[in-house]
């Protein structure tokens, strides 16, 4: 029998998190802070973050220690599984070899719990009672729900508006685990009464529902805020992922040409690509794709400037490629790609040519993940279909030039709560409502006016 799947015996849980911080020439500029213009003082932070995780956003230390009990936690579910996706290969006839990583065995799904239960731990060591956060598809939401109910914490979730009326399900999950959710924009905030006031029908968006949560945060004295991706230590706290699917692909005597990830904030991306890419940077011949929906194109359409990470502008002004923080992205069905910015660490990459970027519509994506799911059986989170299609493509073109590279990419979730979408797609009812450049512009304008720079 050939070997389909590596799995990595517990003690393997890697003991640290890799800071690509330590290694990058050329590291992102700092956050400003919106009043001054000025480098942001961390000390400004402290409202929203515990100390600990201020300082991970911040470190230069190439390697960062798991706590025992956040590795503990971690093992639940950790080491995931790397799969050679040998009958993907087959159905596509092509001489490429494919590899994945699949994050859909954690309790709520996805990667996102790798960092959950990380900010949860250090919230809860200082001595914070409450977390608030944003969600989207409910991927983060059901994370944070999941990490907080094992921490001993409460949690409250402001889920967008489109994705709390077509996954309901996840909400349940949330609440099973003891969160409260309001859909957003909601009346529990002023943000969120400004929006709704603006547009009561509005769909919601993720800069929205951040600017509620950040809000509730600021409020209270024992209540802190809790970001899903986009962060440094976000981004570090998933290179768990990369760091094992190095040593499993060792395992089968096999080094990536090309590693691709689905790009939101950029969070499963990075946690897959950045332990790689310290080799890449060290001179290894590696490709990094990072690959995002066309509805909300923020690395392939957007500008790299300093930009809000909320709607409301209630965050520090981050350096990233942009839509503008007033974009609302079409209501697409990966709810986890509808951001309008990017991870300061993926920007200032793409920036530097070190990782490309690529964009499809969704109809495109779904396809990809319904021909992966009757071959290799696991049903995509449409999120991490986004990198199956780019996958597929690279692997087609493989065998057009006869080259058999080895492509890894991460497949961040399942797609389990995402089954209204499919029916959709197999309905042959899926829209494809792509933003104009007029829309785009319209939405890049309202960065200058944050600035006050009309
Ligand atoms: C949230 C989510 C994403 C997008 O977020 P990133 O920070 O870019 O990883 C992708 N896939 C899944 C399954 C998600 O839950």
Same mark, same amino acid.
């Given at each position: 029998?050939?070997?389909?799947?590596?799995?990595?015996?517990?003690?393997?849980?890697?003991?640290?998190?890799? %800071?690509?911080?330590?290694?990058?020439?050329?590291?992102?500029?700092?956050?400003?802070?919106?009043?001054?213009?000025?480098?942001?003082?961390?000390?400004?932070?402290?409202?929203?973050?515990? &100390?600990?995780?201020?300082?991970?956003?911040?470190?230069?230390?190439?390697?960062?220690?798991?706590? &025992?009990?956040?590795?503990?936690?971690?093992?639940?579910?950790?080491?995931?599984?790397?799969?050679?996706?040998?009958?993907?290969?087959?159905?596509?006839?092509?001489?490429?070899?494919?590899?994945?990583?699949?994050?859909?065995?954690?309790?709520?799904?996805?990667?996102?719990?790798?960092?959950?239960?990380?900010?949860?731990?250090? %919230?809860?060591?200082?001595?914070?009672?409450?977390?608030?956060?944003?969600?989207?598809?409910?991927?983060?939401?059901?994370?944070?729900?999941?990490?907080?109910?094992?921490?001993?914490?409460?949690?409250?979730? @402001?889920?967008? +508006?489109?994705?709390?009326?077509?996954?309901?399900?996840?909400?349940?999950?949330?609440?099973?685990?003891?969160?409260?959710?309001?859909?957003?924009?909601?009346? $529990?905030?002023?943000?969120?009464?400004?929006?709704?006031?603006?547009?009561?029908?509005?769909?919601?968006?993720?800069?929205?529902?951040?600017? $509620?949560?950040?809000?509730?945060? +600021?409020?209270?004295?024992?209540?802190?805020?809790?970001?899903?991706?986009?962060? %440094?230590?976000?981004?570090?706290?998933?290179?768990?992922?990369?760091? $094992?699917?190095?040593?499993?692909?060792?395992?089968?005597?096999?080094?990536?040409?090309?590693?691709?990830?689905?790009?939101?904030?950029?969070?499963?991306?990075?946690?897959?690509?950045?332990?790689?890419?310290?080799?890449?940077?060290?001179?290894?011949?590696?490709?990094?794709?990072?690959?995002?929906?066309?509805?909300?194109?923020?690395?392939?359409?957007?500008? @790299?400037? @300093?930009?809000?990470?909320?709607?409301?502008?209630?965050?520090?002004?981050?350096?990233?490629?942009?839509?503008?923080?007033?974009?609302?992205?079409?209501?697409?069905?990966?709810?986890?790609?509808? @951001?309008?910015?990017?991870?300061?660490?993926?920007?200032?990459?793409?920036?530097?040519?070190?990782?490309?970027?690529?964009?499809?519509?969704?109809?495109?994506?779904?396809?990809?993940?319904?021909?992966?799911? +009757?071959?290799?059986?696991?049903?995509?989170?449409?999120?991490?279909?986004?990198?199956? +299609?780019?996958?597929?493509?690279?692997?087609?073109?493989?065998?057009?030039?006869?080259? %058999?590279?080895?492509?890894?990419?991460?497949?961040?979730?399942?797609?389990h709560f995402d089954l209204s979408a499919y029916d959709l797609y197999l309905k042959g009812e899926m $829209?494809?409502?792509?933003?104009?450049?007029?829309?785009?512009?319209?939405?890049?304008?309202?960065?200058?006016?944050?600035?006050?720079?009309?």
């Amino acid at each position: 029998m050939q070997t389909t799947k590596v799995f990595l015996p517990e003690v393997e849980l890697p003991w640290f998190w890799y %800071n690509i911080l330590a290694d990058l020439p050329n590291p992102p500029p700092p956050p400003l802070d919106p009043e001054s213009g000025d480098p942001l003082d961390p000390a400004a932070l402290a409202p929203l973050f515990p &100390q600990a995780l201020i300082e991970q956003e911040m470190t230069r230390e190439p390697l960062v220690l798991i706590p &025992q009990a956040v590795r503990q936690i971690y093992s639940l579910w950790r080491p995931t599984p790397l799969y050679r996706a040998k009958r993907l290969e087959e159905a596509l006839e092509t001489p490429a070899k494919i590899f994945y990583k699949y994050e859909g065995v954690s309790p709520a799904g996805s990667h996102k719990p790798n960092t959950a239960v990380a900010q949860a731990y250090y %919230n809860r060591e200082e001595q914070v009672r409450r977390l608030t956060t944003e969600t989207g598809a409910g991927q983060w939401g059901s994370a944070l729900a999941f990490a907080c109910c094992l921490l001993g914490l409460e949690c409250t979730v @402001y889920m967008v +508006r489109v994705s709390y009326d077509q996954k309901p399900y996840r909400r349940s999950m949330m609440e099973v685990w003891g969160a409260t959710v309001y859909p957003s924009p909601s009346r $529990e905030t002023e943000a969120g009464r400004q929006a709704l006031t603006a547009n009561p029908n509005t769909p919601g968006s993720l800069g929205i529902a951040i600017s $509620e949560a950040v809000e509730e945060a +600021r409020k209270h004295e024992d209540t802190k805020y809790a970001l899903g991706s986009v962060l %440094n230590h976000v981004l570090l706290h998933q290179t768990v992922i990369g760091l $094992e699917a190095m040593k499993q692909i060792e395992l089968l005597d096999a080094f990536p040409d090309v590693i691709f990830g689905c790009c939101g904030g950029g969070s499963n991306f990075a946690g897959l690509a950045f332990p790689f890419l310290k080799e890449k940077l060290e001179g290894r011949a590696l490709r990094l794709v990072a690959v995002e929906p066309a509805a909300c194109p923020t690395l392939t359409r957007g500008h @790299y400037t @300093y930009d809000f990470g909320d709607t409301a502008g209630l965050t520090p002004l981050l350096k990233m490629h942009s839509l503008g923080h007033g974009f609302v992205p079409p209501a697409i069905h990966a709810g986890g790609l509808r @951001y309008h910015g990017m991870a300061p660490l993926i920007s200032a990459l793409v920036d530097q040519g070190l990782v490309e970027a690529i964009a499809y519509p969704q109809r495109a994506v779904f396809e990809a993940a319904v021909s992966f799911a +009757r071959v290799e059986g696991i049903l995509p989170a449409p999120e991490a279909a986004h990198a199956i +299609r780019a996958v597929m493509d690279e692997a087609i073109r493989c065998k057009e030039s006869g080259e %058999n590279r080895t492509l890894l990419f991460n497949l961040s979730g399942h797609g389990h709560f995402d089954l209204s979408a499919y029916d959709l797609y197999l309905k042959g009812e899926m $829209e494809e409502d792509l933003p104009s450049s007029v829309e785009l512009d319209r939405a890049m304008a309202s960065i200058l006016r944050g600035r006050g720079e009309q």
